[in-house]
């Protein structure tokens, strides 16, 4: 009861090929293994500007110190 026999293994097989039919498993995995590269290079990308030395906290620091003192010229 525990273990499944060789007959099952094929059926299960076949069921599997009749699903996904020849080729479209290849094509599967190719367009997981695309979208693994675009996360990596989107991650990457996002990292880019800290190795610059350029930082995004001072810009947003700067725009809300510029909007303080027009509110306050006001």
Not at 9 to 22: D, P
Not at 42 to 55: F, H, I, K, L
Request: proline share 3%.
């Amino acid at each position: 009861m525990g273990s499944f026999s060789v007959w099952h293994w094929l059926i299960v097989l076949v069921i599997v090929l009749v699903l996904f039919g020849r080729g479209k498993i290849p094509e599967l995995m190719g367009d997981f293994a695309k979208g693994i590269k675009s996360f990596k290079k989107g991650m990457s990308d996002e990292d880019a500007p800290e190795a610059n030395g350029a930082t995004t906290t001072t810009k947003t620091v700067d725009l809300k110190a510029e909007e303080a003192k027009e509110t306050n010229r006001s």
